[in-house]
């Protein structure tokens, strides 16, 4: 399995990004993806995860409103929309699937598959 994230960059508060992960050797259709975020000296949290039917999204409370998590099944590609982005926002952005691939869990510990990570600067 390989996830390749991309689309990070550097932006000012208020500005939006987009985020992709582009997988291989898993079907996004029948699993369930997830992105989470590290921030400098800061452990790995939770961000949003997508079930792999589309019909439970989950988010944590910090992106609630701002951002949107969605996958295109027929790209098997995931993407997490990031608009009015705060200097809090800041870290590195990592999809991830777990080996058990339907459930939809918000622990870093229940994945199995990671993306190399896109960083995220946000400046105020």
């Known amino acids: 399995v390989q996830l390749q994230a991309s689309g990070g960059g550097l932006v000012q508060a208020g500005d939006s990004l987009r985020l992709s992960c582009a997988a291989s050797?898993?079907?996004?259709?029948?699993?369930?993806t997830a992105w989470f975020r590290q921030a400098p000296g800061k452990e790995r949290e939770f961000v949003a995860v997508?079930?792999?039917?589309?019909?439970?999204?989950v988010y944590t409370d910090s992106v609630k409103g701002r951002f949107t998590i969605s996958k295109d099944n027929a790209k098997n590609t995931m993407y997490l929309q990031m608009n009015s982005l705060k200097p809090e926002d800041t870290a590195v952005y990592y999809c991830?699937?777990?080996?058990?691939?339907?459930?939809?869990?918000?622990?870093?510990?229940?994945?199995?598959?990671w993306g190399q990570g896109t960083q995220v600067t946000v400046s105020s």
């Open positions: 050797g898993v079907t996004f259709s029948t699993y369930t």
């Open positions: 997508i079930s792999w039917s589309g019909l439970s999204i």
């Open positions: 991830a699937v777990p080996k058990a691939g339907r459930v939809v869990a918000i622990t870093a510990g229940q994945y199995d598959y």
